[in-house]
């Protein structure tokens, strides 16, 4: 039976009626004890914060975050809208118990694929796991053996080849298992594989199998995954999370890599496709734009020769200089920076269709905006190819390129 206003009232057994609110009488109870306490009517709040940057009228008072939203004002999210309210009125002093202020939604469940140690996906793996917002993380790789660093740190991890059909059957049945009837709330696609070398010497059957990893492999996860998905009951619906790259842009473009940039290009077309689709269907679709981020990724590349034959074997040092992409790291933002943003914008209620997040994403995203070609000085640069073109000229221009008996 609740309480009536103005009268006793405490956490368990004697709440307060709708649009009333139990304040505790001893301000040191712990707030996961029964604390006994008084009603008071809910007060109505000011809007605060938000991008105008709104001021409380009440110098008394201070601008807390929503306890509506996941946005936190403390974490500098330029964008959270607060509420006015005196310091001892804290929400976090009060018995959420009205509409008009609701408690924190329960626990939503995630699964992540391509998390072996140092890559990207499990950094966010690890965001997610440490988030407060509340995650419970399912951390996928094709060799569990390198998915050393979710399970040390306690989170649930599988075996998962997205190229593989029997391997994706295998693993919505164990997640199907773990989540039951609630079905999963989010699928955050971020396998992803990488191959440079110049377009004119591709391998097509390498091309391939990137296109198999980078771009099939997001429609093959994610159908499979779908029935799970529609089950989700968590309040802000499923989500799928596609990790893309800046790279998928004109401007991001980046020399010697376009098998791998044309994957991500396409990769983006597929998600937006995915976002228009699926959200009949009541899935949100988000793109992670991401830029330049330490990790293993590139470490990881194979180190190729271009062939004999190529027009560039001249300048075979220096085009494999750039193939490598060593000038790129320059700068990048720290791997856990960079996914405890992305895991922030993620746990958002709406979150934005496209996430740019990293270095150079910024300047990737203004320049979608600009002539094409505008910054092509800048991509030379940080990719290596003004090296390339420095050796052509030293060698006499394109003509010094050619074979001996071609001159």
Same mark, same amino acid.
């Given at each position: ?161 997205? @190229? ?103 990769? @983006? ?139």
């Amino acid at each position: 039976m609740a309480a009536a206003a103005g009268q006793p009232c405490d956490f368990q057994t004697a709440p307060c009626p709708q649009g009333e609110f139990c304040e505790r009488n001893d301000p040191g109870c712990d707030l996961g004890e029964n604390c006994a306490g008084t009603c008071h009517p809910l007060p109505t709040y000011q809007f605060c914060g938000g991008l105008a940057h709104v001021q409380c009228k009440d110098y008394g008072q201070k601008c807390y975050d929503d306890p509506r939203d996941e946005c936190s004002l403390d974490h500098g999210d330029a964008d959270c809208g607060g509420i006015c309210l005196d310091h001892h009125h804290h929400p976090t002093h009060l018995r959420l118990q009205s509409a008009q202020i609701k408690p924190p939604p329960p626990k939503r469940t995630v699964l992540i694929t391509g998390c072996s140690d140092g890559s990207l996906g499990s950094a966010l793996a690890l965001a997610f796991h440490a988030s407060t917002s509340g995650w419970r993380v399912f951390a996928s790789a094709r060799n569990p053996a390198k998915l050393t660093a979710c399970t040390t740190a306690g989170i649930e991890t599988l075996c998962l080849d997205t @190229t593989s059909p029997a391997s994706i059957a295998s693993a919505v049945s164990h997640i199907s298992a773990l989540v039951g009837d609630s079905g999963l709330d989010a699928l955050l696609n971020n396998a992803g594989a990488g191959y440079s070398m110049p377009l004119i010497d591709l391998d097509i059957n390498k091309a391939k199998a990137l296109y198999d990893v980078n771009v099939w492999s997001l429609i093959g996860v994610t159908r499979a995954f779908l029935p799970l998905l529609r089950k989700s009951s968590h309040p802000y619906g499923p989500l799928v999370a596609n990790n893309t790259s800046q790279s998928s842009q004109i401007p991001g473009t980046v020399p010697f890599t376009a098998a791998y940039t044309s994957s991500k290009a396409a990769a @983006t077309s597929l998600t937006e496709a995915m976002r228009l689709e699926l959200g009949v269907l009541g899935i949100k679709v988000v793109n992670l734009m991401t830029g330049t981020v330490d990790s293993g990724f590139r470490g990881n590349l194979e180190r190729l020769e271009i062939p004999g034959d190529s027009p560039y074997v001249k300048v075979k040092e220096e085009v494999e200089k750039a193939m490598a992409m060593e000038g790129m790291d320059d700068g990048a933002m720290d791997a856990g920076v960079w996914a405890a943003e992305v895991v922030r914008e993620l746990g958002r209620e709406k979150p934005s269709h496209w996430v740019w997040k990293g270095t150079f994403s910024g300047l990737v995203r203004l320049a979608n905006h600009l002539p094409v070609g505008l910054l092509d000085g800048k991509m030379k640069e940080v990719s290596g190819l003004d090296a390339v073109e420095k050796r052509v000229r030293e060698l006499g221009g394109p003509r010094g390129l050619l074979a001996d008996d071609r001159k």
